[in-house]
């Protein structure tokens, strides 16, 4: 396969989308289930839980934007032209899952040293070279080699592949923004509620405080799942668990707080 075909439109655009699926699993998997470091967790200021939280979720926010401008061109690109070969679309998503995590080693943990892979050691540089050897340079090795072998035209049938990609996408972003490990709920409130504000619509809904900040900003919750949207109305800019990105839907309350 020749550069120019290697670099069509539908490769690049399963690049991108491999490249929002890398900061994805980073966040799952480094931010959430493992918890060695959250998006800025190196910057000066921004130590507490409630700015961590909203810049994890503005993260994953841009991950979604990313992965649907993806899928939204690979698709309207099949429609003209075909999907590639099952071999060459994997290897553009390895592509980019690959440069997605030397793009994260190079920029955030060198460049701009806003986290690390691992902030709670002794030997962080060793964690990021071999974090970007296994998840970096292994995938894009393996994506391009992929590319150079696929020899099959354009797959007509896109409809089925770009679903499942979607589906994918779709589910990874759910996981992203469920609870990790706790039965609870995290909210983080607005900087504009006094604390009596929050805990009078806490109160209102019924929801049992188990750990809060100082001024209720960030607060772990026991309350029922299929509850969590009713603190969105209370002022609410994150909840954990109910598939929104870190934003406010707090204006559809009388008084809200706007995001």
């Not at 550069?3 to 799952?28: H, N, T, V």
């Not at 429609?79 to 920029?107: I, K, N």
Request: charged share 15%; hydrophobic share 50%; proline share 6%.
């Amino acid at each position: 396969m020749d550069d120019g075909r290697r670099w069509s439109p539908q490769l690049r655009s399963g690049a991108a989308l491999g490249f929002a699926l890398g900061g994805f699993f980073d966040g799952i998997l480094l931010h959430q289930i493992l918890q060695w470091h959250h998006l800025l967790s190196l910057v000066p200021g921004v130590g507490d839980l409630r700015r961590q939280v909203l810049w994890d979720g503005a993260f994953h926010a841009l991950m979604y934007l990313i992965a649907a401008l993806a899928l939204w061109r690979l698709w309207s690109g099949s429609r003209r032209a075909g999907l590639p070969g099952p071999a060459a679309l994997a290897g553009s998503l390895l592509m980019g899952f690959g440069a997605w995590h030397a793009v994260d080693a190079v920029l955030s943990h060198w460049i701009l040293g806003i986290h690390r892979i691992r902030v709670d050691t002794a030997a962080p540089l060793a964690w990021d070279l071999g974090w970007l050897a296994v998840f970096g340079l292994v995938p894009l090795g393996l994506g391009w080699m992929l590319l150079g072998r696929d020899g099959s035209g354009p797959r007509r049938r896109a409809g089925p592949a770009v679903l499942g990609l979607a589906l994918l996408t779709a589910g990874l972003g759910a996981w992203a923004l469920r609870p990790s490990g706790t039965p609870y709920t995290v909210a983080v409130f607005g900087a504009g509620q006094s604390a009596a504000q929050i805990e009078a619509g806490l109160t209102e809904l019924g929801a049992q405080v188990v750990w809060a900040g100082p001024s209720l900003d960030v607060v772990v919750i026991d309350m029922p799942p299929e509850r969590r949207w009713s603190l969105y109305r209370q002022g609410a800019w994150f909840v954990s668990g109910t598939g929104v990105p870190a934003g406010c839907l707090g204006w559809s309350r009388p008084g809200g707080t706007d995001a």
